[in-house]
């Protein structure tokens, strides 16, 4: 069975730090691309940043550029998301997802996690 599993979420006050894990359970990310999206309430879900564990290609999402990192372990089959001076703006709830297309739409993804809350106060 596959399975994405996330972690690392919290509560964090604005200007802090976070990292999520998303860890693959049942499958390697070899040939996957693998994103981080986030839904806040009221909102569509939208995607933060994806990597190619394959090849390092990476893409973000212009409001997290140069706050956010994402990364991947391939030998822990683990993609993390380093996420730095975070903004209240930032608060929703974190899901990795394991598609065959790298990009930022939603669409492209097949397989997700369940989905880690982060909150930022201010």
């Known amino acids: 069975e596959v399975q994405l599993v996330e972690s690392g979420g919290g509560l964090v006050q604005a200007g802090g730090s976070l990292r999520l894990s998303c860890a693959a359970v049942g499958f390697t990310f070899d040939g996957y691309a693998i994103g981080w999206f986030r839904q806040a309430p009221g909102k569509e879900r939208e995607g933060v940043s994806c990597?190619?564990?394959?090849?390092?290609?990476?893409y973000f999402a212009n409001s997290v550029k140069g706050r956010f990192a994402i990364s991947s372990d391939n030998a822990k089959n683990t993609v993390y998301l380093q996420m730095n001076s975070l903004k209240p703006e930032d608060t929703a709830v974190y899901y990795c997802?394991?598609?065959?297309?790298?990009?930022?739409?939603?669409?492209?993804?097949?397989?997700w996690g369940q989905g880690t809350q982060v909150t930022v106060s201010s």
């Open positions: 990597i190619s564990p394959s090849d390092g290609m990476t």
């Open positions: 997802a394991a598609g065959g297309v790298l990009e930022l739409g939603p669409s492209s993804y097949d397989y």
